[in-house]
Antibody, heavy 120, light 111 residues
Framework: QVQLQESGPGLLKPSETLSLTCTVS????????WSWIRQPPGQGLESIGYIYYSGSTSYNPSLKSRVTISVDTSKNQFSLRLRSVTAADTAVYYCARSPPPLDSNGFDYWGQGILVTVSS | QSVLTQPPSVSGAPGQRVTISCTGSSSNIGAGYAVHWYQQLPGTVPKLLIY???NRPSGVPDRFSGSKSGTSASLAITGLQIEDEADYYC???????????FGGGTQLTVL
């Protein structure tokens, strides 16, 4: 079955760079959209951005200046980098899959989520 | 503030029917983009409940149904059960933002 697994450090200091990787199993990276979504403690879901297997990306305008999402099809992985983090970036970060077309389909598979805390 | 607007909370007694609304704009729902719904049980990962406005993934009971009209969408839950207590989120695509947007979430309490 399809499984997504986030990995990366769970604790960062302000101004550091958050780097997470999502490893996909049971599904090829090819022909899907791959997203990062976050959820601050006790709050709702926020889309960070997505990447198509071909490498095209789109980012949430509120985060665009600090975000990069990349894909490694050879490893069946995609990654998130968020620069200059602050306490406001503390959240559970999820990776998720969407079948194309993106504007017609939801996120059908999600990772278990990884809590990233930003604290000095 | 979320791009899609949902009521913060709804409640109902076991066996009853509840609906959760999701209001957008001409840039997302009103532009014809599909609405999807997720259920997030306490402490768990969001689960796709409804996709493409009204379609249920395999395994989702037919007590859950979705609809869309104009710039709004609704999730209906009939025969309410205790285990339906969860947060529910709507999601769509926004052409101005060129990406996915979520509602703020609705907490369902089964009295």
């Amino acid at each position: 079955q399809v499984q997504l697994q986030e990995s990366g450090p769970g604790l960062l200091k302000p101004s550091e760079t958050l780097s997470l990787t999502c490893t996909v199993s049971g599904s090829s990276i090819n022909n899907y959209y791959w997203s990062w979504i976050r959820q601050p403690p006790g709050q709702g879901l926020e889309s960070i951005g997505y990447i198509y297997y071909s490498g095209s990306t789109s980012y949430n305008p509120s985060l665009k200046s600090r975000v990069t999402i990349s894909v490694d099809t050879s490893k069946n992985q995609f990654s998130l980098r968020l620069r200059s983090v602050t306490a406001a970036d503390t959240a559970v970060y999820y990776c998720a899959r969407s079948p194309p077309p993106l504007d017609s389909n939801g996120f059908d598979y999600w990772g278990q989520g990884i809590l990233v805390t930003v604290s000095s | 503030q979320s791009v899609l607007t949902q009521p913060p909370s709804v409640s109902g007694a076991p066996g009853q029917r509840v609906t959760i609304s999701c209001t957008g704009s001409s840039s997302n729902i009103g532009a014809g983009y599909a609405v999807h719904w997720y259920q997030q049980l306490p402490g768990t990962v969001p689960k796709l409940l409804i996709y493409g406005n009204s379609n249920r993934p395999s395994g989702v009971p037919d007590r859950f149904s979705g609809s869309k009209s104009g710039t709004s969408a609704s999730l209906a839950i009939t025969g309410l059960q205790i285990e339906d207590e969860a947060d529910y989120y709507c999601q769509s695509y926004d052409r101005s933002l060129s990406g996915s947007v979520f509602g703020g979430g609705t907490q369902l309490t089964v009295l």
